[in-house]
């Protein structure tokens, strides 16, 4: 199984700046033959189900702001939010889909 | 728009089965397929299995082998899971999600959620 661990934990960033999570895979994610990176990044808030913002790594899911932006390859990987907004606190989740899929166990992004 | 709308709330004694719905809307049914996720009460995501709706073919987790099963209904547009042999650990929130065409993807829509909960 690839294991997926997010860093950190948990976060606290003021409104406007940037936050910064970590996702690191345990095998490579990046299928060879198309160049793909077979990972994905949600967002979830109380109460509701996870919301799809990244796949592919870094290819933003339609309607999603354009503050948000994923980058890596291989087996580390990063999702950015550029200027942090009240609503977007949320817990975040990545996900990779290379083999059976497996989540990260998630990272808690408050408002400090 | 896409919808995917899942049944009510169960509670279950161990040892009982349950059957979730998951109803699709919005696009054609049969091109993509459904990932199973389940959330314990205050934990994170956990994938449980995928189902094409164009076949039905399935790839379940290891964890889960044993006990679920998932269906789908073309002419109903409806996925199910069942899992059986409950136990006190399977009180979760359980979601259907559409996933790709293949059994490796990654999950655009979501439905709202199922609670179940196992408890003698």
């Known amino acids: 199984d690839t294991v997926m661990t997010q860093s950190p934990d948990s976060l606290a960033v003021s409104l406007g700046e940037r936050a910064t999570i970590n996702c690191k895979s345990s095998q490579s994610v990046l299928y060879r033959s198309n160049n793909k990176n077979y990972l994905a990044w949600y967002q979830q808030k109380p109460g509701q189900p996870p919301k799809l913002l990244i796949y592919?790594?870094?290819t933003r899911e339609s309607g999603v702001p354009d503050r948000f932006s994923g980058s890596g390859s291989g087996t580390d990987f990063t999702l950015t939010i550029s200027s942090l907004q009240a609503e977007d606190v949320a817990v975040y989740y990545c996900?990779?889909?290379?083999?059976?899929?497996?989540f990260g166990q998630g990272t808690k992004l408050e408002i400090k | 728009q896409v919808q995917l709308v899942q049944s009510g709330a169960e509670v279950k004694k161990p040892g009982a089965s349950v059957k979730v719905s998951c109803k699709a809307s919005g696009y054609t049914f049969s091109t993509y397929g459904f990932n199973w996720v389940r959330q314990a009460p205050g934990q994170g995501l956990e994938w449980m299995g995928w189902?094409?709706?164009?076949?039905?073919?399935?790839n379940y987790a290891q964890k889960f082998q044993d006990r679920v099963t998932m269906t789908t209904d073309t002419s109903t547009s409806t996925a199910y899971m069942e899992l059986r042999n409950l136990r006190s650990a399977d009180t979760a929130i359980y979601y259907c999600a559409r996933g790709g065409g293949h059994e490796f993807s990654h999950s655009d829509y979501w439905g709202q959620g199922t609670l179940v909960t196992v408890s003698s």
């Open positions: 996900q990779q889909y290379y083999s059976s899929p497996r």
């Open positions: 189902i094409s709706a164009n076949n039905g073919y399935t």
């Open positions: 592919w790594a870094s």
